[in-house]
Every structure is written in structure tokens, then in C-alpha cells.
């Protein structure tokens, strides 16, 4: 086992070190018999997991002038997990009503600031493209949280908010990452002869590029798409996971809602895959799906409120055995052909439409309408 296995381990550890203490400290604090002497435990906890950032922004820096782009994206990312974990255990110190915002709010801040430190250190493009990607990303989550706590909304409302904003993103994801700089230039006659404008002044001997030219701009914009798919899915799915637990299953929109929202984006997350041609993405999208499915099962006896348990079980288990043959199908009976054209247009109209539904949906089910109402 080398050095850099051993830092990989570390790093995986450190991320789930953090993780769980910020699982354990949650628990601790909410029981009754807790004293008011172990109040001062989530400063120190949280001074342990900025050092620990700290010490995985240095590796990253060290490793980045060594040209070690896995482990370096490696120790970015675990110093982002650690900062946010940082920024949620110092809400833990501070009592109001709403904890859980004061609690995305703080993580942001640390991430984000962490992120501005690292974009002046690193140099390399691809991890200056996953630093971009994620500051953006925890800049949106901040001024999201800030606004919510300012107006005193509700907490589902600012998750459906981010669980509507993250599937529109990662629809369009391509679009927003990858952009044309103005030096791109083809040939003096084409510009001529379409009258393409620039932004910049057009050289008097251009050239047409090359994949060297390219090379350090495609490394970014890579980047930036990988993890902004990471962080978008992850937001998906915590968002998901929010208003399915905040839900109150007591009005009719409610319910409607939350099984709508359910149904299309698991639609959504079984779809989607067909569209993309990296395996990692595929397999996490479809990890998503099983977790949607999963949340979906725990919310539905409360939505369904009138039909008993085993029988909402039975039809639910059959439903989904049901949709699982008909997917089979399709995928066995497309040919060079027709059938083959057809059934991928359906998949690409079903995949489309389950997307814009999905926050019209999360409008119903976050408590919008009756929020509106209540103004």
C-alpha cells in the first residue's frame, strides 16, 4: 500500500468522521437530560472540523503542484464536506426556530469560504473548475437561506424552492457550464462571409483551433459539469428527503402534491440515464431513483391515509413490478428501426415532461399555495 492509497483512506475517513459527528452531536443535543455545561461542545467540535478543512485545502494545494489531479480533486472535496459538517455544528450553539435554515445557512457560508480561499491558491484547471462550481453552488444555498430567514418562511418552503431549482439544472447543466470564450476563432473568410461578431477584436491572421488550444478549457468545463452534477443530484435528493419529512399530509394539495412530485421524479431520475453517456452518471441517477423510491414508501401511508397498510404495500409493490416489466420491454424490443426511433422519442418527451413537472409539483407539495393564501 502506497502513501497515496493511505491519503485516499484518510480522506474518506476525515469526510465520514465529520459526517458522523454531526449526526451524533444532533441527537445529543435534542435529549432532555443533556446539561447546559456540554452547550459549549459544538464550538469546540467545530473548531476540529475547520482545522481538519484546513489541513485538506494544504493537501490539496501540495498535491495540485504535483500534478496529482485525483487526489487533489480528492482533498477538495473532503474539505468541502468538512465544511459544511463545520458550519452545521456551529448552528447547533445558537437557539432559535428554525434551526435547520440557520444550519444550511452556516454550511454554505463555510464552503463558500473555503472555496474563495482555494480559488486564489490552485491553478490547475480542473480543480479550479470544480472550485467554481461548488462556490456558485453554495453562494445560490446561502442567499436562498438568507432570504427564508429574513421573511421567516417556512423550512419546506426553501427546500422545494432548491428540490425545483436542482432538477432544472441538471437538465440544463450543459448549457450552463460550458460557454465559448471570445478567443475561439475560425478562419479570416468565415467570419467574413457568415459576419459572426466577437466580443473581443478579431486578430488579422486567425487560425483554426486545435485540441491543444482546447485541452486546459475542456479540463474546466469537464470539471465544472462532474461536480455540478454531484451537487445538484445531492441537493435533489436532501431537498426530496425535507419536504417528504416536513410534509403535514393534511390537506388535499398536500397529498396530491407530494405523490405527484413522488411519481415524476422518480420518473425523472429512471429516464434521465438514457441521456447520458458517462456510467458514474447513469449509476448515480439511478441510485437516486432507488432512494426516491425509498422516501416515497415511508411517506405513503400518511398520504394515503384511508387505505390500509398492507393493501397500499401490495399495490405499490405491483405497481412498480409493473413499470419495471414495461421498461424491460422497451428495452428488448428496440431494433435498427422504427420502434427503436419511437420508443426513444417517448423516452425523451416522458423524461421532458416528468422535468417541468416536478416544480409545479414541489410548489403544491412545500405548502406554497396555502402560504400564498395566509399572505
Known sequence: ???????????????????????????????????????????????????????????????????????????????????????????FAIHCTQPMTIGMLLASCCVAVDMAI?????????????????????LCIMLASAGTLIFALPVRLLAGLILGVSVCCLQMLPNIVVHVPDRYLVEWRTYMTRRWTVRGGIPERARTLTRADIHDDMQTFQARYSAGFVVCLTLLLTSYAAVAGYCPYDGPYDRIGFLTLSAALFLFLVLKPRQSGRPFERCMMRLGAVVVLSVCCAGMPHALPLIRHDVLSLVFVLSIGVFGLIMAFCMLAQQNGFHSLALSRMGDVLCFASMMLVPVAAFFASGALEFIRGL
Open 1 to 91: 500500500m502506497t502513501r497515496r492509497d493511505l491519503e485516499g483512506m484518510f480522506l474518506v475517513a476525515a469526510a465520514l468522521f465529520g459526517c458522523v459527528a454531526v449526526a451524533m452531536l444532533a441527537v445529543s443535543l435534542e435529549s432532555e437530560t443533556v446539561s447546559e455545561q456540554s452547550r459549549g461542545l459544538p464550538m469546540a467540535v467545530f473548531f476540529g472540523l475547520a482545522v481538519s478543512a484546513v489541513l485538506c485545502d494544504r493537501l490539496c494545494v501540495k498535491r495540485v503542484r504535483e500534478h496529482d489531479r485525483f487526489l487533489s480533486v480528492a482533498s477538495l472535496s473532503c474539505s468541502s464536506v468538512l465544511a459544511a459538517c463545520a458550519g452545521t455544528v456551529a448552528s
Open 118 to 138: 482555494m480559488m486564489v491558491h490552485v491553478t490547475d484547471p480542473t480543480v479550479d473548475g470544480v472550485v467554481s462550481a461548488v462556490l456558485v453552488a453554495s
